[in-house]
């Protein structure tokens, strides 16, 4: 059974102040975000209903530091269907909040929604402060004079876009954030922990509805992302601060990241999708280990050995995991045939690690964060020098570098550069000339001899001149 903990959102004693954005569709929600995180994290677009899950960010408006939550437009609709299950999101986020920013669109003026939205933040406990969005120009005007029959203070009228109402904004939360401000922030931003200690960031890559959403919340033990049947629900990268225990007792930082489905780039035509996959592959260039996830129900396809084969260009460690095993058929013929699959289609790295895992019971979680903890520890190790050419003259004795044209090639030492991922120099003569199996050969011995097995390695070849050498 998997040994879990509630992910961070509760806050303990100089922890950041939490500001939740809701409001209904298209209002700029989104805008705002990106605008107080400074970064461009969460997708924006014309049409309603592109945020989804809820987005967490660190922001800081005029000295004033918070953690801004990002939710999906609240709309009125079943709570089994996919904006019923958007909305219970947006809910579980304005509970946990200080203080929630209520947007309204202020050129289109107050709707029924935004009406329905207002009674359903009077009824219940965290503060509210009103943001008429879209205020450039007199014609936000009349739909600022509306915003007051919404029933709060007096609306702040702002440009999430332009940056508007900056001011405003500040004296409109300062009451409610100022008081849990933490103390020596700045010192501790400082403090840089060892690597062994700092959080893993671990995200959750795969084709749609392979099971990523459902395994994290299964991990952090609660229903934090929305799942179901409709494939591409995840749209946003969506990074959660969580503690994972291990079975030894030990509590352990990680930053789960999971990511929107990657379909064939030829079937991808939306824009919003695109904007999506572009998205998760981003996510992969922060992270430190991905999880490639398969759908043990589908088996392995090409499109899988395409988001492999780009983790690994990337320089990221990787894990393969089988997900859906508790319903998998023949699974021990399926596993040998993914396993043979992987060998053949990636043998630029072999010995990646290959798991069983269920999103839906939990099965294997445990061994899967154990394996992405060990992979870390590979690709971010670095061999003393003395020890690598150790092994580096070994090999060569075992396996002489070959002599093309009858002129021999002469591999003097090896140096590490860098680790994450492990990158190694190789100097000597005429080293232009190695053929790539050789260059294979190299990297191969690294692997298993000096414990970098399931590793992405890059090796340079750096020759020396030779003076005399003729020009």
């Known amino acids: 059974m998997t040994r879990r903990s509630r992910p961070d959102t509760e806050r303990s004693p100089g922890s950041l102040p939490v500001i939740a954005i809701v409001g209904r569709p298209n209002v700029g929600k989104s805008t705002l975000f ?13 049409q309603p209903g592109v945020t989804r899950d809820r987005r967490e960010g660190d922001a800081e408006l005029l000295g004033l530091k918070f953690r801004i939550v990002d939710t999906a437009g609240f709309e009125e609709d079943n709570p089994q269907t996919l904006p019923g299950r958007m ?33 359903w933040l009077r009824a219940g406990n965290t503060p509210v402060v009103l943001l008429a969005n879209k205020a450039e120009g007199r014609a936000a005007d009349p739909g600022i004079m509306e915003a007051f029959s919404l029933g709060f203070d007096e609306p702040v009228a702002f440009s999430a876009e ?7 904004l500040f004296q409109a939360i300062l009451p409610y954030v100022e008081s849990e401000e933490p103390e020596e922030q700045e010192e ?41 049947p409709e494939a591409g629900i995840t749209r946003d990268s969506i990074a959660i601060d969580w503690t994972w225990h291990s079975p030894d007792g030990q509590a352990r930082a990680v930053r789960l990241i999971d990511t929107a489905g990657m379909r064939k780039r030829a079937k991808v035509q939306d824009k919003l999708e695109k904007l999506s996959v572009a998205d998760a592959l981003h996510a992969v260039d922060f992270a430190e280990v991905v999880v490639l996830l398969l759908d043990s129900t589908l088996g392995l396809e090409a499109q899988d050995l395409r988001i492999a084969d780009k983790v690994l260009s990337e320089g990221r460690a990787l894990i393969i995991a089988l997900n859906k095993w508790d319903v998998a058929e ?13 060998e053949e289609g990636l043998a630029q790295l072999r010995g990646v690690p290959l798991l069983t895992v269920s999103g839906a019971t939990g099965k294997g979680l445990d061994d899967l964060i154990a394996a992405a903890f060990e992979t870390r520890r590979r690709w971010s190790q670095r061999v003393p020098t003395s020890l690598l050419n150790r092994w580096f003259d070994e090999a060569l004795e075992a ?5 093309p044209g009858g002129k021999r090639i002469k591999m003097r030492y090896i140096t590490q550069a860098r680790s994450r991922p492990p990158t190694f120099v190789v100097f000597g003569t005429r080293l232009d000339e190695v053929p790539e199996s050789y260059s294979r050969y190299l990297v191969n011995g690294i692997r298993k001899a000096l414990d970098f097995s399931g590793v992405p390695i890059r090796m340079n070849l750096r020759s020396t001149r030779n003076p005399f050498d003729k020009k």
């Open 162 to 168: 332009h940056g508007q109402g900056l001011a405003d």
């Open 87 to 119: 909305r219970a999101q947006t809910e579980m986020a304005v509970q946990g909040a200080s203080v929630a920013l209520f947007m309204i669109d202020a050129r289109v003026g107050v709707t029924p929604l935004d009406e329905h939205i207002a009674r």
């Open 330 to 342: 023949n699974g021990s013929s399926l596993y040998q045939g993914v396993r043979a699959a992987l």
């Open 188 to 228: 501790a931003d400082d403090e840089e922990e060892p690597d062994d200690n700092a959080p893993l960031k671990l995200a959750i890559v795969g084709r749609p509805n392979a099971g990523k959403s459902t395994l994290i919340n299964r991990l952090l033990g609660e229903e934090r992302l929305i799942t179901g």
């Open 34 to 46: 990106n605008r107080l995180v400074g970064k461009k994290l969460a997708l924006v677009d014309d």
């Open 399 to 403: 396996n002489p570098p070959p002599a």
